[in-house]
């Protein structure tokens, strides 16, 4: 269909009911990907960015978790299939990785066992088709000599060779949206590199979709197109990723932004942080939910909560003062008044 996404959320609202009553995790969530670009999703750990990626997913706990709003995958809102089409499309059509790939590799069986049962499970090959694929697809993730690799157990290769083992799995399918939790967090910086780069390439080889959920704002640079940041369940800007970095307009973009370590700046220099912590869902602040943070927040921040704008060219923020903020570039500082 004519302009229509590969993947768009509108307004999605995710509440757990836990026994201290109800949280809302992700309030009012509205995004979307497009085939071949790659939509990154920051903001500090508690954010909501995992949330946000398990209930497009549904992975969710059914029986304590509540979805509002709609998830559209290819114009059809994943929030109303059955469990059974969704059965379908995870995996499938939607893949998704996460940082530790021991927890999503079985232990007992070999490297090529996994990838095999996963491409029998969803497609209609035989099994030394599904074999030939799953060397293939270690291959492309640029793992040498796959054809002895996959006879070998997840504990007798190390942690890149794994996260490659479980991207080879998780595309083995081909799908068109790939959901990328932290991948990299648990790496080193070379081996992080290296599997961004498998991931860039992969995208470009399979015309996917990618959301790469990270809090690091190296990790956007270096493969996002497009940037939503998230603070307390809450997209608070949006931009095209050259915008995120030379004219970001939210104190806590900035924020962000200035806490990224530099490898030339002076090592001894103490590396920025945002002052506070996330509030907790059950005592969310009134106003701007970042209000109790920032140096800029007065009278109306504390009170009135900001609704996200779309400024120019798909540059979005949520922030009372953006206009302000965003003219001082230079003396700017987001640290909270203590
Ligand atoms: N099953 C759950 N029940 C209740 N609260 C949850 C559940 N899962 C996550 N949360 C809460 O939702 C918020 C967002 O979590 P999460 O999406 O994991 O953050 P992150 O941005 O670090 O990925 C956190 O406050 C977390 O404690
Ligand atoms: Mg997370």
């Known amino acids: 269909m004519v302009g229509e996404h590969l993947l768009e959320v509108k307004n999605l609202k995710t509440t757990f009911l836990t026994e201290m009553g109800s949280v809302v995790a992700v309030d009012g969530m509205s995004l979307h990907v497009d085939y071949g670009e790659t939509l990154g999703l920051v903001g500090e750990s508690g954010c909501g960015k995992s949330v946000t990626a398990e209930s497009i997913m549904r992975l969710l706990d059914e029986r304590t978790t509540k979805y509002e709003g709609e998830i559209l995958f290819k114009g059809q809102d994943l929030l109303s299939l059955p469990e059974k089409k969704m059965v379908d499309i995870r995996g499938n059509e939607i893949a998704m990785i996460f940082q530790d790939a021991m927890t999503s590799l079985n232990p007992v069986y070999t ?41 070998e157990y997840p504990h007798e290769i190390s942690g890149g060779m794994r996260q490659r083992v479980m991207i080879a799995m998780a595309l083995s399918c081909k799908p068109s949206l790939l959901i990328a939790d932290e991948p990299t967090t648990a790496l080193d910086v070379t081996i992080q590199a290296q599997i961004l780069d498998v991931i860039n390439e992969l995208k470009k080889e399979l015309n996917m979709g990618v ?120 003396k700017i500082d987001v640290t909270a008044t203590s």
């Open 111 to 151: 490297i090529g066992n996994q990838i095999v049962e996963t491409i029998l499970t969803h497609q209609k090959v035989s099994k030394k088709e599904a074999y030939e694929k799953a060397i293939e697809m270690l291959r492309l993730t640029g793992i040498p000599s796959p054809e002895k690799r996959i006879l």
């Open 211 to 330: 959301i790469m959920i990270t809090h690091d704002l190296g990790v956007v640079a270096e493969v996002c197109t497009r940037v939503a940041v998230m603070y307390l369940g809450q997209v608070i800007e949006e931009a095209p990723v050259d915008n995120i970095f030379t004219n970001s307009l939210h104190p806590y973009t900035k924020g962000l932004l200035k806490s990224i370590p530099k490898i030339e700046g002076d090592r001894n220099k103490k590396l920025y942080t945002i002052e506070g912590i996330v509030p907790s869902l059950h005592n969310i602040p009134k106003g701007c939910r970042f209000a109790p943070r920032c140096s800029f927040a007065d009278e109306q921040c504390r009170t009135q909560s900001p609704v996200l704008k779309e400024t120019d060219g798909g540059h979005k923020v949520r922030c009372w003062h953006y206009e302000k903020i965003g003219q001082m570039e230079e």
